[in-house]
């Protein structure tokens, strides 16, 4: 009994010790390893072990060259004990839901078995776990209208990621809105994903320039890492680069804004501000004034807009003017 336990226990080590595709390990290697865990045990055994336990696990070798490798089926299910719990899998389900386009490639596959665990896990009906009903009872709601996003093409993300996590060039085949052809970029260098509702860009710099620039994942129809190593962008800074309002268009340096609000359009604003520097003054008319230094964007004057008649920008003139012409184009259409 104590032989068969000791078999047991080896066997379950081995199973935890065999990486998924397209990782792989040899017979010796886990030799070595088992032996570390004080299993010690002949490559002959483990050889005949893993063909054993491959009958019943969906374990592969890759015999074309000696010596064999062998690992997990890529996609197979997750081989763990004990299962993954109700709040276990309650978590993976909400990192599947909102980090899929966080993660890199390799840890989205890697973690792939304990989506489709936890999956599993919530589906089933006789555990009467109140936190299995928490996906039926929280959402996050976007503050815009809310759009289908864009499809991507699994295989470029795969490559555009793995060419950032490994500070590699790029060649990509890029179709331009409303363009016929994809335009070809030699020599791309990957500096940062960013995700914007929807929509994933790449931050990058193109060939020999210094500049960075800004281009969205789904317009990528055709991607190639090269071997060349990309270059750094001295000084770059990601959050600094998001902050400068790059993501929200740029139309002009930051800006000093004032404008007047409703006490109903801008009441939002004690709790949410627009910046760090803002100020909020309540009028005895029921009216909001707003001064604030923010990223002159066009998602700043789209935020604006929004408001309609609840916000009348009084600086600077130029935004000012703009929002008037606008609004005179509106009455125009609508008349």
Not at 144 to 166: F, G, K
Request: charged share 25%; hydrophobic share 40%.
């Amino acid at each position: 009994m104590a032989s068969n336990q000791q078999a047991l226990l080896r066997q379950w080590h081995m199973l935890q010790l065999v990486p998924r595709a397209p990782l792989s390990i040899e017979a010796g290697e886990l030799c070595r390893r088992l032996d570390a865990l004080e299993f010690p045990v002949t490559k002959r055994t483990v050889e005949r072990d893993l063909n054993a336990l491959s009958e019943v696990f969906p374990l592969v070798c890759d015999d074309a060259e000696k010596p064999f490798k062998w690992s997990w089926l890529r996609g197979a299910q997750r081989f763990d004990l004990p299962g993954l719990t109700v709040p276990e899998a309650l978590t993976m389900t909400l990192v599947e839901q909102h980090l899929h386009h966080h993660l890199p490639p390799s840890t989205a596959e890697a973690l792939q078995p304990y989506f489709v665990s936890a999956a599993r896990t919530l589906s089933t009906d006789d555990d009467p776990a109140p936190s299995k009903a928490w996906l039926r009872k929280v959402r996050s709601v976007p503050p815009h209208q809310p759009l289908i996003p864009p499809r991507l093409d699994h295989d470029c993300q795969r490559t555009v990621y793995l060419a950032l996590m490994e500070d590699r060039q790029l060649t990509l085949h890029y179709r331009k809105r409303d363009a016929s052809e994809p335009t070809v970029y030699e020599a791309v260098h990957p500096l940062a994903i960013v995700q914007r509702g929807g929509i994933v860009y790449l931050a990058c710099m193109f060939g020999d320039y210094e500049d960075v620039r800004t281009i969205a994942l789904h317009r990528i129809v055709a991607a190639e890492a090269r071997y060349e190593d990309a270059r750094k962008k001295e000084g770059f800074d990601l959050d600094a680069y998001i902050a400068s309002g790059q993501f929200g268009v740029i139309a002009g340096e930051p800006l000093r804004l004032r404008a007047v609000f409703t006490r109903a359009a801008g009441e939002h604003l004690y709790e949410t501000p627009l910046s760090t520097d803002q100020q909020l003054t309540a009028h005895g008319d029921g009216q909001l004034l707003l001064s604030a230094t923010v990223p002159h964007t066009r998602a700043l004057v789209w935020w604006l807009l929004g408001f309609g008649d609840g916000v009348v920008v009084e600086e600077p003139a130029g935004l000012r003017q703009e929002m008037a012409q606008t609004a005179a184009r509106m009455a125009r259409a609508y008349a």
